[in-house]
């Protein structure tokens, strides 16, 4: 018995031994410290580039299953096989990610991936895929793109069959349906197109408005016409107008303007309507004549936007009544508080502070958050300003730079509180790097981590944040399309963060600035006002231009460029040299500096020259009846040089308020 004890001890001993050894040795396969995990991934990605598939897959199968990177190295797996034809292992790797990491988002990409690559062999596999993207994932783009192909897999099967159930036929036109309503101009739109025209059944007139939809955001008028000729013209009227001005045939597109707003506007929705106004004005010789046209035979729905049109159309002497009675008559309308702010400032203009004082409070009392608000906030402050009202005006002064502190009105405001005259505060701002848009997140936080790896593209297809994407494109050296997503993103922020808020650089980045600097102080320019201009011409696109032809950071034209440069000896020898940054950098420098220098070192009106003309401040300043550069501002008649000015004033308020050197 004794002997039987000991034996068993001596087993027991030997399994507890074994397991050990066996979980030991697991633990040390599978567990890898994070800076190893991490070493490990970055030369992975490393070989990636460097086309060296069969080491980066080595690399990657080595990170650990613990680490929150392996679903990312699983998919980078299947990238190398891809790369280096291993259909098979590319397949099972893809698998692998979405059956053991079914919730990860990078698992959706894998499971559509892997549904494509089985549309022609294993058609029942890859429907299954597609129909779980659908379920699970909705309002993805995968399961978008998943509609066409399960569409497409129907049609396969049946295509040369002798058997064509009309269920299965109704099944494919629903898929395809669906795929067009949600990505009219997606990459397989034009395909579903043609493959759902193939089938023998009855199509809709919608349906065939829905395919001509398709044509004409690729840009294929031709096939639209055709597409429309199958339509009711009651629905389809506004395409038509569109496609036959993009044809050239502009009778037909007037007529179809007239006679839909006449007949058809309850058929359409307002921005079409919207939409081919524009059109039919762009073939116009007197606007005002045919804006008038146009709102005497239109039914109600439009007509505000007409009006709209009417009152900017319409001599000083009548703007007021005419924004007066589009506001009585659409008070709920989208062009209601457009107008209002109009009746508010016509009222300033005629020196009537107390009725500019109710139609300005009455406007924040309905509009606070409408684009105008922070004009007639900085303008009640105005108001009461004149009015020696000390506490009234710091209030709404204070009001415009914390409700709205990005604007062009908080940077007035903030001249006014100062009681500082010129437009340019001579203020250095300290120029900081572009960083990650977020400090409050984790290390272990896995789209940190990829941050930290450079692996952008993966970022990018699980990242669903704006200011991560804009990071993103910045990285990579896309400084325009960074700026432009990270605007955007901002303008849908309210209230507004700090402007310590990292993201804010990103809105606001700072490119080019030693040129800017060095050129803008051997000329004498404001460096801060330099690069303000630069990012609201160019968005720092080195290669941009206009439809007019301007070039470079700038926007210079050729002909003013050569000028410049032949005047100060800079070398131009060809236009597309204002594309190389500093050359332009230098000519914008100097034409800025002489326009400055002829309107009497007044940035503000150096400004809207750099964008109306010289010749056209010289014709503003003598006809409008202004006060103070606020005033000027306000009244300068054309929309596109009024806007520039304000624009480019508010990029450098916000470089001083963001970067400002304290």
């Not at 107008?339 to 409070?361: C, H, P, Q, V, W």
């Not at 005259?421 to 409050?440: D, F």
């Not at 006002?529 to 290669?543: G, H, I, K």
Request: proline share 3%.
């Amino acid at each position: 018995m004794i002997e039987m004890s000991k034996k068993l001890k001596i087993i027991t001993g030997s399994i507890i031994v074994g397991v050990c050894f066996v979980i030991g040795f697991l633990f040390a396969y599978v567990y890898q410290p994070v800076e190893k995990t991490m070493q490990i991934y970055s030369g992975a990605l490393k070989d990636y580039a460097n086309k060296d598939y069969q080491n980066s897959y080595y690399l990657f199968s080595r990170v650990s299953f613990l680490s929150n990177l392996k679903p990312y190295a699983i998919y980078h797996q299947a990238l190398c096989a891809k790369e280096l034809g291993d259909k098979k292992s590319e397949m099972k790797q893809y698998q692998l990610l979405f059956n053991n990491y079914p919730k990860n988002k990078i698992s959706i990409k894998a499971k559509y991936s892997a549904a494509q690559m089985l549309v022609e062999d294993e058609p029942n596999q890859a429907k299954k895929y597609f129909e779980q993207i659908i379920k699970d994932f909705p309002n993805t783009d995968y399961a978008i793109a998943s509609e066409y192909y399960l569409g497409l897999i129907n049609l396969n099967k049946y295509r040369n069959s002798k058997i064509f159930p009309m269920s299965v036929k109704d099944d494919i036109e629903m898929s395809f349906r669906h795929y067009l309503e949600r990505a009219p101009k997606g990459r397989l739109a034009i395909n579903a197109v043609e493959n759902w025209l193939t089938l023998d059944k009855e199509i809709t007139k919608d349906d065939y408005l829905l395919m001509a939809n398709s044509y004409y955001l690729v840009g294929d008028y031709d096939n639209t016409k055709n597409l429309l000729a199958n339509t009711d013209l009651k629905e389809s009227w506004a395409l038509d107008v569109k496609n036959s001005y993009a044809l050239n045939n502009y009778s037909r597109a007037k007529y179809l303007t007239q006679y839909g707003l006449q007949n058809y506007t309850q058929y359409t929705d307002e921005q079409s309507i919207r939409d081919v106004i524009d059109t039919y004005l762009s073939m116009s010789n007197s606007k005002k004549e045919d804006i008038d046209f146009l709102y005497n035979l239109s039914t109600p729905k439009g007509k505000d936007y007409i009006w709209s049109l009417k009152c900017q159309a319409a001599s000083a002497e009548y703007q007021e009544g005419c924004y007066r009675q589009l506001y009585l008559n659409f008070p709920n309308g989208l062009y209601a508080p457009n107008a209002m702010a109009n009746l508010f400032f016509e009222r300033i203009k005629a020196r009537d502070y107390t009725n500019a004082s109710k139609i300005g409070k009455d406007f924040l009392n309905k509009f606070e958050k409408d684009n105008n608000a922070p004009m007639v906030m900085f303008w009640l402050g105005k108001i009461a300003e004149r009015e020696n009202n000390y506490d009234e005006y710091m209030t709404y002064y204070k009001s415009t730079i914390a409700n709205y502190p990005d604007t062009y009105y908080a940077y007035r405001a903030y001249l006014a509180m100062k009681h500082i005259k010129t437009s340019i505060l001579n203020a250095y701002i300290k120029e900081q790097p572009v960083e990650y848009p977020y400090t409050n997140v984790s290390k272990n936080d896995v789209i940190f981590k990829l941050a930290e790896l450079k692996d952008y593209d993966l970022m990018m297809e699980i990242t669903d944040d704006d200011f991560i994407k804009s990071w993103i494109y910045y990285q990579k050296g896309d400084y325009s399309h960074s700026m432009l997503v990270a605007r955007d993103a901002m303008e849908k922020i309210y209230p507004k963060p700090e402007r310590s808020d990292l993201r804010w650089r990103l809105v606001y980045p700072i490119d080019f600035y030693e040129e800017i600097q060095n050129y803008a102080k051997a000329v004498g320019n404001d460096a801060p006002l330099m690069l303000a201009l630069v990012r609201e011409e160019s968005y720092f696109n080195p290669e941009a231009k206009s439809s007019v032809g301007a070039r470079g950071l700038m926007q210079l034209m050729p002909a003013t460029a050569k000028e410049i440069s032949s005047h100060y000896g800079y070398g131009l020898t060809s236009d597309d040299d204002l594309y190389k940054p500093e050359l332009n950098i230098k000519i914008g420098n100097s034409y800025y500096a002489q326009l400055r220098s002829m309107l009497n070192n007044l940035d503000i009106s150096a400004i809207a020259a750099y964008n109306g003309g010289i010749g056209s401040i010289g014709r503003w300043q003598k006809n409008i009846n202004y006060a103070d550069t606020d005033e000027f501002v306000e009244q300068i008649p054309y929309s596109e040089t009024k806007n520039y000015v304000k624009k480019v004033f508010r990029s450098y308020w916000n470089y001083l308020r963001i970067y400002i050197d304290e």
